[in-house]
């Protein structure tokens, strides 16, 4: 019974987490204007990095994401590769609407692997939060963990999978026009977060080096 409470809490705080504004949000929304299956391909790449980073963060290394020099390095790639991103997809945009945009076609696997891999909140989220779940789930033994993990995981999966069928059914409902629309904020969303990140670890960089 202690196990599935505990569970439980972990499907509750995984919501909170996988349900705030993001850019895997983003271009879950924006890849799903016309792909109804982007969602669960970029939950796969996220998949990708976040199972082996909570046995690498059980093993003792969750200590080294909150290093500044370390929340530094991936802020700057992670707002560099967002905003390459975004202005790919941008450019995307006066394409015709019947063709795939070169930033998001056939790539949401790959999408979901470099999105996690280059936030630095995810990956402190981990560090912290994610720490202390996968800790006690690991006090029950290896079955609780794949429990633990799967619950986590599972919770990305239906999300990410909602949003991207929401966005390809009102996409293909109301037409092309709305596709590109849909294709703009995202867009526009997903380069705001690269300046949000680059601004952040830009700052920290420079407190760094000024004490």
């Known amino acids: 019974m202690d196990l599935l409470f505990f569970l439980a809490q972990v499907l509750v705080i ?3 987490g996988a349900m705030q504004p993001g ?12 792909s109804r299956y982007a969602g669960p391909l970029i939950a796969v790449g996220h998949g990708i990095i976040e199972f082996p980073l909570m046995v690498v963060i059980i093993l003792g290394m969750g200590k080294y994401f909150r290093l500044p ?7 700057l790639a992670g707002g560099v590769f967002l905003i390459l991103m975004a202005m790919q997809a941008l450019l995307s945009v006066k394409a015709r609407a019947d063709a795939q945009p070169k930033a998001l076609a056939g790539k949401p696997i790959l999408a979901g692997i470099i999105l996690s891999a280059t936030n630095p909140y995810f ?3 981990w560090a912290t939060v994610g720490l202390a779940l996968a800790t006690q789930a690991a006090k029950w033994g290896v079955w609780a ?9 599972s919770v990305d999966l239906v999300w990410l999978q909602i949003l991207s069928w929401a966005s390809f ?6 037409g092309p026009r709305v596709q590109q629309i849909v294709l703009l904020v995202c867009s526009l969303a997903i380069f705001g977060f690269g300046v949000f990140f680059i601004y952040t670890a830009g700052s920290s960089l420079i407190r760094t080096i000024t004490t």
């Open 123 to 125: 990956l402190l989220w």
């Open 69 to 75: 020099k370390v929340q530094i390095a991936i802020g």
């Open 145 to 153: 963990f794949a429990m633990f993990a799967l619950a986590h995981w």
């Open 23 to 34: 850019p895997v949000t983003a271009t879950a929304i924006a890849m799903g204007a016309r």
């Open 169 to 174: 059914k009102g996409s293909s409902l109301l």
């Open 14 to 16: 995984s919501c909170s």
